[in-house]
Nanobody, 115 residues
Framework: VRFVESGGGLVQPGGSLRLSCAGSGFPFSAYYMRWSRQAPGKERESVATITRTGDITTNVDSVKGRFIISRDNTKNTVYLQMNSLKPEDTAVYYC?????????WGQGTQVTVSS
């Protein structure tokens, strides 16, 4: 199982980033996909989840209306569109594939929101 995460970086408050996570080595379309994040000194938290058929759950109230998760099963890729970014969104963002007892994690990509 392998993930290639991209799209992180340094952005000013109010800016946007789009994270991508391409998975391989497992049946991507059969798995639920999730973006989680971990800020310095804090526990990892689930940001948003998308089912195999595209149903979405946003788990963090502070990102509702700003972050959108999506997936393209033809490209084995999950995305996280992040708009109106705030300094408190600074974290390492991880993609995660899960189904049944299987649970796979990407290596993480750093997002820093700062002026």
């Amino acid at each position: 199982v392998r993930f290639v995460e991209s799209g992180g970086g340094l952005v000013q408050p109010g800016g946007s980033l789009r994270l991508s996570c391409a998975g391989s080595g497992f049946p991507f379309s059969a798995y639920y996909m999730r973006w989680s994040r971990q800020a310095p000194g804090k526990e990892r938290e689930s940001v948003a989840t998308i089912t195999r058929t595209g149903d979405i759950t946003t788990n963090v109230d502070s990102v509702k209306g700003r972050f959108i998760i999506s997936r393209d099963n033809t490209k084995n890729t999950v995305y996280l569109q992040m708009n109106s970014l705030k300094p408190e969104d600074t974290a390492v963002y991880y993609c995660n594939a899960f189904y049944g007892l299987s649970d796979y994690w990407g290596q993480g990509t750093q997002v820093t929101v700062s002026s």
